[in-house]
């Protein structure tokens, strides 16, 4: 028998290192892994051993004998991937890792924000040798897009945090949550207290689509409502018009399909998760029947994964619909699917649109409706929304990344709620270097560099500020492994400058400026106060939405 890898793949890629044959690809040295949307199990080489189920942090791995029913079609998908890309294990022992030199002293390193790439960063700093991490968060909770991003209906991708949890118990990383840099403490306050700083503070901006009403009331960007619903203090005092039956998502990525099924999921089945408490109320009154995700490209161009697009099919009550005409991908498209170098998932997720495509609609079923090749034009409506027009395209050039052309053909969509989940942008940081365009600070190998390509002394970037917002969690393991790889390399250069301060003067320094800042053992009060509240009601947690309750539990201990 054998271990299978399923939907909840994160890419962390903790399984690879842990695997005694070499079976599971892609690497992160690989190519394929870059634009990989899972790993794979290659079933005639794994030995059983479960090593890389005890390794994975979001449990995605299962023994072959143990697949749930709805996750067996992953026995193929794992086969599959080796059948295009045939196994050749390297059993070469891997490098050692350059731990610092004693002689060096103590390494002192700040890092800006608290989600996946900041704590995959401070995790490998820890892990190498004499070293001091600060991290700092304006929000009074960690985790980032790991406790207000992830869908509430994928728990176990959550898992992830207790993983840096654990990782996080030595004094030698302390947490200053609920504390801004560049308004508690200046940048340079910062950047003189340490040797390096780490800026992982994600692409909080959202992309706009830049059509005739765009801000009308009941028009409103992925970034809030998932915030929403996660339970972001920023946004909790949101309210969102879901009176209409109809609602219409801009964009097709991950974010998309995560907004549709909190949309049409039996509020019940939300119940027993940590979605919000007013976000549950809310949908418990939502006269929403459809969800219809809009995409500007075919479907072979889908932004969405393919474990997740699979994933829809096992929703109760809801009806995953394609329309037959948009499977027609032509001579391209065929050529495209059959290209040995095309993305493995691609045929995954043909698959899975041909699969929905022949289902009938049953009564009394929700639906999420997938629409390809249409762009949105105009958002029509007097004192809030009521339609979306757009526009049909038809795809030229190749069809790995086709242009979309408008071909007049226009129709509406009567709806009285759209996202726009058409991505995320970064945004400057303080008076640091910014690339407009890409929306990311300037790096070389994890370096924040000027315009002429200097590095800027002791400021490194990670994440999505860094590379721009793609990627799953576990895309930032590798991100921030050659980010903290450039630091140490500077450090033992001698390349970086003696802090100005030492770590008490620090710690004094933010709780002068910032009385309310929320400490590690604050947090930790929070954390049990939440998961007390969530056994108590069959839930993970009850997580606490607004700043004023954080802190009132955090300062009750």
């Given amino acids: 028998m054998a271990y299978v890898i399923t939907q909840r793949c994160c890419n962390d890629a903790s399984c690879v290192a842990e695997c005694p044959v070499d079976c599971i690809r892609p690497r992160p040295e690989d190519p394929q892994f870059a634009t990989a949307e899972m790993l794979y199990i290659d079933p005639d080489t794994c030995i059983d051993c479960g090593a890389c189920y005890e390794a994975c942090p979001v449990d995605a791995i299962y023994a072959e004998e143990d697949l749930p029913a709805h996750l067996d079609g992953f026995r193929g998908i794992n086969a599959g991937y080796f059948a295009k890309h045939p196994l050749q294990p390297d059993m070469s022992p891997p490098p050692p890792v350059r731990r610092l030199a004693k002689d060096l002293g103590t390494l002192r390193v700040a890092i800006v924000g608290t989600g996946p790439a900041a704590c995959y960063a401070a995790e490998q700093l820890l ?12 929000l009074p909770a960690p985790w980032g897009l790991a406790r207000y991003g992830v869908a509430p209906d994928h728990a176990q991708t959550r898992g992830v945090t207790e993983m840096f949890t654990a990782a996080f118990k030595r004094d030698a990383l302390q947490m200053y949550l609920n504390t801004e ?5 200046t940048h340079a306050e910062l950047r003189d207290s ?23 009331p ?14 972001n203090p920023e946004y909790a005092d949101r309210v969102f018009d879901l009176s209409g039956e109809r609602a219409v998502i801009v964009g097709n990525g991950n974010v998309a399909l995560d907004i549709a099924r909190v949309l049409t999921t039996d509020p019940d089945e939300l119940a027993r998760t ?13 006269a929403i029947r459809e969800v219809v995700v809009v995409g500007r490209r075919g479907v072979l161009q889908a932004a ?7 994933a829809l099919g096992q929703l109760d009550g809801v009806d995953i619909v394609v329309e037959p005409d948009d499977l027609a991908v032509g001579e391209a498209g065929h050529a495209y699917l059959a290209d040995p170098d095309a993305p493995y998932e691609l045929g995954v997720k043909h698959r899975a649109a041909v699969e929905y495509a022949a289902r009938p609609l049953r009564d009394g079923h929700k639906r999420i409706r997938f629409r390809y090749c249409l ?52 945004e400057p940081v303080g008076d640091l270097p910014f690339d407009e365009r890409r929306g ?6 994890g370096r924040v560099v000027g315009p002429a390509g200097a590095p800027v002394p002791g400021v490194y970037a990670a994440g999505w500020i860094k590379r721009g917002p793609r990627g799953v969690i576990g895309s930032n393991r590798a991100d921030a492994a050659e980010t903290v790889a450039a630091i140490l390399d500077d450090f033992r250069a001698g390349a970086l400058s003696a802090p100005v301060r030492d770590r008490a003067e620090l710690s004094d320094l933010v709780r002068t400026r910032r009385p309310e800042v929320v400490d590690r053992t604050a947090w930790q009060a929070v954390d049990r106060a939440e998961r007390a509240a969530g056994a108590a009601a069959g839930r993970p947690r009850v997580k606490l939405a607004t700043v004023e309750e954080l802190l009132a539990t955090a300062r009750r201990g």
């Fill in 127 to 138: 892990s190498a040798g004499s070293v001091e991490v600060e991290m700092f968060d304006r």
């Fill in 181 to 185: 840099i560049g308004t508690h403490l």
């Fill in 194 to 216: 340490v040797h390096a700083v780490i800026y992982a503070v994600g692409a909080p901006a959202d992309r706009r689509l830049d059509i005739p009403g765009e801000d009308l």
């Fill in 218 to 231: 009941g028009s409103v960007s992925a970034t809030e409502f998932v915030a929403w619903y996660n339970g």
């Fill in 274 to 286: 940590d979605i919000a408490d007013h976000a549950l109320a809310a949908l418990r009154n939502s």
């Fill in 304 to 310: 969405y994964t393919a474990p997740e697009f699979r």
């Fill in 375 to 426: 762009s949105p034009v105009e958002i029509v409506g007097d004192d809030s929304v009521r339609a979306v027009r757009y526009v049909h395209n038809e795809l030229t050039g190749p069809a790995a990344a086709p242009t979309a052309r408008p071909t007049g053909d226009t129709g509406a969509l009567d709806s009285s709620l759209v996202v726009r989940a058409v991505g995320y942008r970064g």
């Fill in 440 to 445: 990311v600070l300037p790096t070389v190998d």
